[in-house]
C-alpha cells in the first residue's frame, strides 16, 4: 500500500499552507433546531464520511452530520468526484468555477453547522498515486474536507465518456483509468482510488464510516456516482470499522421521518449550501430530501 509522501507527514501538509478560502459567515446561535441538535457532549472516536458528491452528506446523511457538527465531534468527510456534472454545456457556467461553488457550499454549511467563522486551511496531500485537497476548520481543527477530484458520472468530457467512477469500479485490476478533473496529470485506476482511500483511513484512523448504499433497493434507482463511491468506501474499510449506510434517491416514497427540529436544521444548513449551487434551486426532489434521513444498516 502506498502512503503518505512528502516531509513532516500529513500533518506538516496540513498546517503548512494557511489560506482564507471564504469570507466570514457569522453563525446563527439559538436556531431552535439547530440548538436541539447540539444537545450533549461531543461523541467520542472519528466519524469519515464518504460521498459522491458535495451536498451528498446533507443531503442524505443529515441530521445525524448535522448532530456531529453541532456537538463538536471528530469529522472527515470525502468527496470523490468534483460535481461538475453538465456545467457550461446547456449554458455558460464554466464547469471549473461550479466545481469551486459548491466547495464553497459545503464549507460554509459545515462551518454554519459547528457555529464558528467560514474560515480553512487548505493542504494538498498525496496519497498514493492521487492527489486530494484537505481543508481544514480554523476555529474546530476537529473537521476537515477531503476533495479527490474525480470526474462527475454526469460530465462526458471525462476519459471515456460519462459515469467515470461507475467505470472505475468495474473494472478492478483492468486498464481503466480516469484523470481527476481538478488535476489532470495522472491517470487512475480502480486500484489507485482504493489505495487512496485506505491511505486516507489509516491516517484519519475513524472508528464509524458513514456512507451512501451500495446495493439500493429496487423501486427508485440511486445514482450511480452513489453507488460506485458506497462500493469503493465499503471495499477500503479496514476490520473493526463501523460502517453505517445511508438511503440516497430511494428514500423518495418513503414517508417524511424528522423531528421539526431535525427538518429545520437540516433546511436551514442545506440553505447556506446552496446560496453556492446555481443548480440547487427550490425543486421537489430537494425538499422530499430535507424531510427524510433513512439508514440502511444501524
Known sequence: MRGVRGVGGFMAAVTGVVLLLAPLLLPRPGLPGLAALASGGAPEGAYLQIAAHPDDDLLFMSPDLLRLLA???RTVTVYLTAGEGVAGLRDGHPPRRYSIDRQQGVRAAYAWAAGVRDRWRRSLMTVGRARVEVDTLTDL?????VFAGL???GDPRA???RGALSRLWADPGGPTCVRPFTRPTVCLTHSDVLDALRVLMRTFRPSVLNTLDPDPPPGVADHPDHVAAARFAAAA???GVRVVVYRGYPTLPLPPNLTAAEHEAKREAFA???RHDYRAGPGRRYDAWLQRMYRASP
Open 151 to 153: 470526474p462527475d458520472g
Open 272 to 274: 447556506v449550501y446552496r
Open 141 to 145: 481543527p476537529r473537521v476537515q474536507l
Open 237 to 239: 474499510a479496514p476490520r
Open 159 to 161: 476519459d471515456g465518456g
Open 71 to 73: 456537538r463538536g465531534a
